[in-house]
């Protein structure tokens, strides 16, 4: 091993790899398992590369698309539910093509450690006919983007760069490279750049003649470029008797673990696929065998072609593979692993909000209430569990403002009675990236839904990155902030209040007052997120054993720092308590102070 | 141990520093000339969540995930969670947990409860247990948060084949230079236990 090598993960690779490529702009919208390649751009010199965070994903492309027409090489990075966002821009810019290139990288999340849903990107490239790279480590995540940006131009197209979790978030060895950049001049070009019937009829021509082109490249015909496609043909000793297997990103890395003795197919480019070399491939193995996670991709093209291969038949598309379950499905092996000597009941440990979260006021009002509440992507999803159980839903971006009118809607048609007892609850980024349209639906159709925003000036949930509300850009320079009151008024929202949740004799009021009226309100929730460096609560609380009567009404809140021992007294965990004083209300008898 | 092929597991509650830990070990691996991979978990399961992080170590490393009956030695930081992932540990494997005990949301509203046999569950297991308060010599040696460093000082007994400069050299990178005097007391506490 080299001694200048670096421990890098899979994020920061793809960073530097753009970086490497000359990437002049990137915007992003924040998106487990994507963030932190855009935070990691913004530690390059702003003299070098402009990066932004945008109000959503399709934001994102839009602005990626019209800094590669300008001619600098452009970049957006999003997570796979942020593609069906700026799957619109995605579909069309695969017919105008780039001027210098342009890439989409998304990160998919098998097994869902941050999702509601486990779709397979590659099923989006496929439909827009755009490639598909795929990195198995941090040192091809370098090598893949650098590609990605050769691809795009040589090939005149979007190209995705898709990234799982396990891609994402391990760190692995790497070589850095240098930076070299190249700006192209901006040459007005309709019939390539003003997608209307009649040039679109003939760019559609292109991607058919272009996807056909790479597709043959990939499989090794030649061409006069300076790359070739990392589509890596390893045969094992005496081939034709053995397994082959093909496999890319990090189903690669699991499979060379599990099979030994194997010959390799290993894809860098997963779509489109290379038939010839997929063709010899199966031709000069024993059995052919596909190792891919999620849904059937590979597989399916290989039946396609008429040749026999073992794929999903011993698995499900559901979650992550891993070295077990490969092993259990091809050769019947059990894990040998070590098992506790003795029953334990082992309780299970989801996660919770923080000590200090606002969103822990907002649930514990809302459940109290019993109103009817739709969810939203963010922390605060978390506000269905125990022991709130305060949200009935969760779809999607800005789904809960929508959906709350929906429910309103259908309960008013049906002669409901408690038809205005539906809310949104929706965070002030995720409300910026859709629930602003979906506002202007309530406003614009007679709707009556009220809608809390809850703003805790961040986006918290993918770990602290800016949001147009909070008047600060990705690199924290000041600039203006979206103000949510004037907005909701200028839709034509009259009814709103701000208030701050850890009154919650006030916002308790707040909501009460909001859905008895038969118009459309918003309330705006303001405190900020508990992780933020400038809140100071100043030190943690205490309760006083000789006033508290252990009955419990704090416990009720589900703050991790306060636990109940087994003789029933209750106390306060210090090195979890923040101090932020929401529990001091509740009790009966003044027991918890500072 | 030696560092030629050996799977770590670290395991705790998020917010434990898991990260640092995992990121330490990557820097001792490299500077011991071998291939390190390093698995982590972001997002969500952050929030005070159960957390895994896999470091790998060895000649040449593919995936840089832990799977069932992989691990040959489990880092814990807090007992329940050791008694969690033991199904990560090969058979015969080692775990070094601290005793420290961090009740779930389900027990804080008394909805389940803590097991009081977690350390007899793990020491009648076939895995070599080491079990001590990690939390307390970590304060002892100025700084709760330091049973990352007590955990991985333990560690580097067993993986007898990287001499001593190049743990305390790796630490010096990985941990804040205002931090290190706490961190060097913490990494030597577990060491010479």
């Known amino acids: 091993m080299k001694s200048d090598m670096e421990l890098m993960l899979g994020n ?30 913004s530690k390059y010199d702003a003299g070098e590369v402009y990066c932004e965070w945008a109000p959503n994903e399709k934001v994102a492309a839009e602005v990626a698309i019209g800094s590669s027409f300008a001619g600098a090489r452009s970049m957006c990075c999003m997570k796979h539910v942020g593609l069906n966002v700026a799957a619109d821009p995605l579909y069309t810019v695969s017919y105008t093509g780039v001027n210098a290139g342009l890439v989409f990288v998304v990160a998919d999340d098998p097994g869902m450690f941050s999702s509601q849903n486990e779709q397979d990107t590659r099923f989006h490239a496929l439909s827009a006919h755009v490639p598909v790279l795929e990195p198995s480590d941090s040192e091809e995540c370098i090598k ?28 692995s060895l790497v070589e850095k490279g240098e930076r070299s950049q190249n700006v192209k001049p901006y040459k007005k070009d309709i019939w390539k750049y003003c997608m209307m019937p009649a040039m679109a009829k003939k760019r559609h021509i292109a991607v058919d003649a272009r996807q056909k082109r790479l597709a043959a490249f ?49 894809l860098g480019l ?4 290379p038939d010839d070399l997929i063709r010899e491939f199966a031709a000069n193995v024993d059995k052919l065998i596909v190792v891919e996670e999620l849904e059937p991709f590979i597989e399916n093209h290989i039946k396609t072609m008429g040749i026999e291969v073992t794929g999903k038949q011993l698995f499900t598309n559901q979650g992550e593979l891993g070295t077990v379950a490969i092993r259990k499905a091809f050769f019947g092996e059990e894990p040998k692993c070590e098992a506790l000597g003795e029953d334990v009941a082992i309780p299970p440990r989801p996660p919770v909000f923080c000590a200090g979260c606002p969103h822990r006021a907002v649930f514990y009002v809302l459940s109290k209430m019993g109103l009817r509440v739709c969810g939203d992507i963010g922390c605060y999803s978390m506000g269905a569990q125990a022991p709130y159980q305060g949200i009935d839903s969760v779809i999607c971006m800005g789904a809960s403002v929508s959906m709350a009118h929906g429910m309103t809607k259908a309960m008013a048609q049906c002669g409901e009675i408690d038809k205005q007892k539906t809310v949104a609850v929706i965070g002030d980024s995720t409300f910026i990236h859709s629930g602003i349209t979906s506002l202007i639906d309530v406003a614009y159709n007679k709707g009556i839904s009220t809608t809390i925003i809850l703003d805790n000036s961040i986006t918290g949930m993918t770990g602290h990155q800016q949001n147009p509300a909070m008047g600060f850009t990705i690199r924290n320079e000041q600039t203006v902030a979206t103000d949510l009151v004037k907005l909701a008024n200028a839709i034509g929202i009259t009814d709103v209040q701000v208030v701050d949740p850890f009154d919650m ?60 021992k087994e003789d029933g007294s209750i106390v306060i965990d210090a090195s979890q308590c923040v101090g932020c004083g929401l529990c001091f209300g509740l009790c009966p008898r003044s027991a918890i102070s500072k | 141990m030696k560092s030629d092929n050996i799977n770590i597991l670290i395991v705790g509650v998020g917010g434990q520093g898991t990260l640092l830990a995992s990121k330490f070990l990557g ?14 978990v972001h997002g969500m399961s952050q929030r005070g969540g159960s957390v895994i992080t896999c470091v790998k170590i060895g000649k040449k490393v593919y995936s840089p995930v832990i799977d069932m009956g992989e691990a040959d030695v489990m880092l814990s930081f807090e007992q329940l969670e050791a008694a969690r992932w033991i199904g990560y540990l090969k058979k015969g494997g080692k775990v070094i947990t601290s005793t420290q005990k961090i009740e779930p949301m389900s027990v804080v509203l008394r909805q389940a409860v803590y097991p009081d046999n977690v350390i007899e569950g793990l020491k009648k297991s076939g895995a070599e247990i080491t079990a001590f308060d990690a939390f307390s010599v970590a304060e002892e040696c100025g700084s709760g948060k330091a049973v990352n460093i007590v955990l991985c000082g333990v560690l580097s007994k067993l993986i007898y084949d990287i001499p001593e400069e190049i743990w305390l050299e790796a630490l010096k990178n990985t941990v804040p230079a205002k931090l290190y005097d706490i961190n060097l007391k913490a990494f030597m506490a577990g060491r010479s236990r």
């Open chain 1, 12 to 41: 920061e690779a793809v960073a530097r790899g753009a970086y490497e490529a000359g990437v002049v702009t990137v915007s992003s919208y924040p998106g487990t398992p994507s963030t932190e390649i855009t935070e990691f751009i």
């Open chain 1, 144 to 171: 893949f983007t650098k590609l990605a940006f050769d691809i795009s131009e040589a090939f005149d197209t979007p190209v995705i760069l898709r990234l799982t979790t396990r891609v994402a978030h391990q760190r």
């Open chain 1, 218 to 266: 990939s499989a090794g015909a030649k061409e006069d470029l300076p790359f070739t496609i990392p589509n890596v043909v390893d045969y094992a000793k005496d081939s034709k008797k053995k397994i082959g297997v093909i496999t890319y990103g990090i189903c690669y890395q699991y499979s060379r673990e599990v099979f030994k003795d194997a010959s390799f197919l290993k």
């Open chain 1, 270 to 273: 997963t779509y489109p696929l």
């Open chain 1, 505 to 564: 004799k006030a916002f308790r009021e707040a909501v009460k007052g909001a859905t008895e009226r038969d118009n459309p309100s918003v309330i705006i929730a303001q405190r900020p997120c508990a992780l933020l460096k400038y809140v100071k609560y100043g030190g943690p609380a205490h309760i006083d054993a000789g006033k508290c009567v252990k009955c419990g009404s704090c416990m009720r809140l589900g703050c991790p720092a306060i636990n109940k």
């Open chain 2, 27 to 40: 820097a001792v691996a490299k500077m011991a000339g071998r291939d390190v991979k390093v698995s982590e």
